[in-house]
T-cell receptor, first 114, second 113 residues
Framework: DQQVKQNSPSLSVQEGRISILNCDYT??????FLWYKKYPAEGPTFLIS?????DKNEDGRFTVFLNKSAKHLSLHIVPSQPGDSAVYFC?????????????FGTGTRLQVFP | EAQVTQNPRYLITVTGKKLTVTCSQN?????MSWYRQDPGLGLRQIYY???????DKGDVPEGYKVSRKEKRNFPLILESPSPNQTSLYFC????????????FGQGTRLTVV
């Protein structure tokens, strides 16, 4: 049962345009969400996060939007650059009955072409 | 430089031969975790540790053991590896769980034949 879903395995965007990566979750107990970026042969690196008490968080070219009623979050990259080409994972966390849960999605491979 | 160091980076072993993948962090983080990454399944948590001598199972703990005797080290132990444990493994650390960015190691690609 995949509690965090990234339904688009890949996305191709032209340089300078907007990239929108989507993530859906099923467990309403999740209260914090994070995005990680991963280049080949490297570990994931943190990109941006959002608490469930917010609906938007910005950091430079990156903005994350959270729609709790739809259990949906998205990552917007504007403008997209070739260096943004990587695999992006969304993750959701919750503390349930004293157990820490951090669940990752399956990832979306973003390719930004010139 | 803040970093999480895993060793080895690549390992090929045979079924049943015990192995240990080491993980060390230099940021004095309390939380450490192990994940495996498989095609189409993303990153799945194996075990995590909230502090020295405090560990707990993640989503896929079967066939793995961990220990946290020191704050900086969190080794992953496969007592009797099997081919279904062939995967890419990542260790991560953070100052808090789930709400703070985690720093990941570069990964260990394990093949069990």
């Amino acid at each position: 049962d995949q509690q965090v879903k990234q339904n688009s395995p890949s996305l191709s965007v032209q340089e300078g345009r907007i990239s929108i990566l989507n993530c859906d979750y099923t467990n309403s107990m999740f209260d914090y969400f994070l995005w990680y970026k991963k280049y080949p042969a490297e570990g994931p690196t943190f990109l941006i996060s959002i608490s469930s008490i917010k609906d938007k968080n910005e950091d430079g070219r990156f903005t994350v939007f959270l729609n709790k009623s739809a259990k949906h979050l998205s990552l917007h990259i504007v403008p997209s650059q070739p260096g943004d080409s990587a695999v992006y994972f969304c993750a959701a966390s919750a503390r349930v009955f004293g157990t820490d849960k951090l669940i990752f999605g399956t990832g979306t491979r973003l390719q930004v072409f010139p | 430089e803040a970093q999480v160091t895993q060793n080895p980076r690549y390992l090929i072993t045979v079924t049943g031969k015990k192995l240990t993948v080491t993980c060390s962090q230099n940021m004095n983080h309390e939380y450490m975790s192990w994940y495996r990454q498989d095609p189409g399944l993303g990153l799945r948590q194996i075990y995590y540790s909230m502090n020295v001598e405090v560990t707990d199972k993640g989503d896929v703990p079967e066939g793995y053991k961990v220990s946290r005797k020191e704050k900086r080290n969190f080794p992953l132990i496969l007592e009797s590896p099997s081919p279904n444990q062939t995967s890419l493994y990542f260790c991560a650390s953070s100052w808090d769980f789930g709400v703070a960015e985690a720093f990941f190691g570069q990964g260990t690609r394990l093949t069990v034949v």
